[in-house]
């Protein structure tokens, strides 16, 4: 097979870390259900020694989400969090990490909640606006850390620029590429240093994993990651690292009708007399047009919007949708709903909610790839309840 640097997205996504096994042919990578390896004489393996450390079926899903974003490595964790928690696991009493403003409230939590009780100090920082982004970084800053689209406000954060200025100030930037997948988004060719996704969404895509991984070119990183990795053990089973690779298998195909479907139900959605304002990247009226046309090649499968009312009527829509479920979570093969400020954004402390504009009238949706015309029927039939 040619090199991966020469092979298209399709190709890699289902080739990728994945030979024939040379025992017996299988086509397909098993499930290495085992937690340890024999060895011949104390320290004398064939590579594996315990399954913590290294499982083959997670060195295959790990090649093939390196190749995916363009990175020399690929690590892969038991949660997106957990992949959080253990590139934060890399520094140490002191340091600063710069975060833009708008992120999952789970990783805001972990921040605010768990990461400052040993000594390290976060600034959330709104990071669209450059200016504020530069004067966010103190003597301290170690890490700058960028989720783009951001979640629940889909706003767009130039990683090129963000990741120039970090460089000079010697701060290590990893990007959540949860919302994009690497089909329309490769952090690390402009300029990031780590991408994170919670593989649990659009990586997976069918709702049944939770998981995580890292990917970085830099050996130094890697090596400290591979470390913690093995040292805190927040690792997947294989049987996780089996279906996530099965289900990347259509990662191109997916992202490419979750794409074209949420525009079409955005235009939709902001032509609605119910609907007040509809956040989507590929929308012209976005503000981060121009920046996620450079740096996307697509705008993904995300649709954030304000219904005109109070919160009985969000919740009289959310109850009466039939087709989108309302569930956390996003990413699938099956449109998802739900209410930001009660659901996945409840940890995030509702003076900052104000602010970012997360209010009782802003609803989330994760298209799904079911046929359009029965998406916006069900949006429509609910509408029609409010
Ligand atoms: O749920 P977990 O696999 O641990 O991933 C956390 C995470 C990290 N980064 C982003 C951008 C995310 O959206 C998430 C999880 N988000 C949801 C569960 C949600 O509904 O937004």
Partial sequence: MKKNDKLGFGTLAIHAGQEPDPNNGAVMVPIYQTSTYVQKSPGVHQGYEYSRTDNPTRTAYQALVAALEGGKYGLAFASGLATTNTILQSLKKGDH??????????????????????????????????????????????????????????????????????????????????????????????GADIVVHSVTKYMNGHSDVVGGVAITSDDAIYKELKFLQNASGAVPAPQDCFLVMRGIKTLHVRMERHAQSAMEIARYLEKHPKIDRVIYPGLESHPGHA????????????????????????????????IFALAESLGGVESLIEHPAIMTHASVPAETRKVLGIHDNLIRISVGIEDIADLKADLEQALDQV
């Fill in 291 to 322: 920046i996620a046309k450079k740096q996307m090649s697509g705008f993904g499968g995300m649709i954030t919007f304000f219904l005109k009312g109070d919160l009985a009527k969000s919740k009289k829509f959310l109850e009466s949708v039939k």
């Fill in 97 to 190: 990490v710069l975060v833009c403003d708008d992120v999952y409230g789970g990783t805001f939590r972990l921040f605010d909640k768990v990461w400052t009780r040993t000594g390290i100090e976060f600034s959330f920082v709104d990071f669209t606006d450059l200016k504020k982004f530069e004067a966010g970084f103190k003597s301290n800053t170690k890490m700058v850390w960028i989720e783009t689209p951001t979640n629940p406000m889909l706003k767009i954060i130039d990683i090129k620029s963000c990741a120039e200025f970090s460089k000079k100030k010697g701060a290590t930037v990893v990007v959540d590429n949860t919302f994009m997948s690497p089909y329309f988004q490769k952090p690390l060719t402009l």
